[in-house]
């Protein structure tokens, strides 16, 4: 059976870092391209970033490049999201989920809450 | 970017009663491959977001058939032929033509 788990996050100081973990199991994880996609208190569903098999292609919301990087190794069948100069505006919960193509998520992780704070 | 729209935000149903869920493309979703990628996800109150429905109307395993997707280009339809208690959420389409978007989202609850 498919599983996702997410793991890293808490709270956290504005211009602070937190890296996120997702580990996969139950399907061949270097087979899918893997995506973060987060949701803020009480609003709606945001695809963070995402990435290939391979790790070739990597692609971001505008509101988080050059501050997020996304990663993976397939040997430890994990996905990464490297969060820097963490803002406010990031405080959501944080979801690992498993992209066949083009957005048509199959599987989704518990998520997991960072909470950006003084 | 594309912007996706749903309507209605808010959805109060009758038990047993059908519901649709209506959402908007700013541009069409017809890829060039042929394909429109444009999904449907629930999100029951406390849980991870589930996917219903992939590229219009393609159901998933274990979803109920009184869930049905529709549409083509800018307008696509979520219909539930008989809301149950189970069904109450919110839903939200995604279009993944386009880079990713999604809808607003729209709180499906019982009267």
């Known amino acids: 059976e498919e599983h996702l788990v997410e793991s890293g996050g808490g709270l956290v100081q504005p211009g602070g870092s937190l890296r996120l973990s997702c580990t996969a199991s139950g399907f061949t994880f270097s087979n899918y391209w893997m995506s973060w996609v987060r949701q803020a208190p009480g609003k709606g569903l945001e695809r963070v970033a995402n990435?290939?098999?391979?790790?070739?292609?990597?692609y971001y919301v505008d509101s988080v490049k050059g501050r997020f990087t996304v990663s993976r190794d397939n040997a430890k069948r994990s996905l990464y999201l490297q969060m820097n100069s963490l803002r406010v505006e990031d405080t959501a919960v944080y979801y690992c989920?498993?992209?066949?193509?083009?957005?048509?998520?199959?599987?989704w992780g518990q998520g997991t809450l960072v909470t950006v704070s003084s | 970017d594309v912007v996706m729209t749903q309507s209605p935000l808010s959805l109060p149903v009758t038990l047993g009663q059908p519901a649709s869920i209506s959402c908007g493309s700013s541009?069409?979703?017809?890829?060039?491959?042929?394909?429109?990628?444009l999904h449907w996800f629930q999100q029951r109150p406390g849980q991870s977001p589930r996917r219903l429905i992939y590229k219009v109307s393609n159901r998933d395993s274990g979803v109920p058939d009184r869930f049905s997707g529709s549409g083509s280009g800018t307008d696509f339809t979520l219909k539930i032929s008989r809301v149950e208690a189970e069904d109450v959420g919110v839903y939200y389409c995604m279009q993944g033509t386009h880079s990713y978007t999604f809808g607003q989202g729209t709180k499906l609850e019982i009267k």
């Open positions: 541009q069409s979703l017809v890829h060039s491959d042929g394909n429109t990628y």
């Open positions: 989920a498993r992209d066949p193509g083009w957005g048509a998520w199959d599987y």
């Open positions: 990435m290939n098999q391979d790790g070739s292609e990597k």
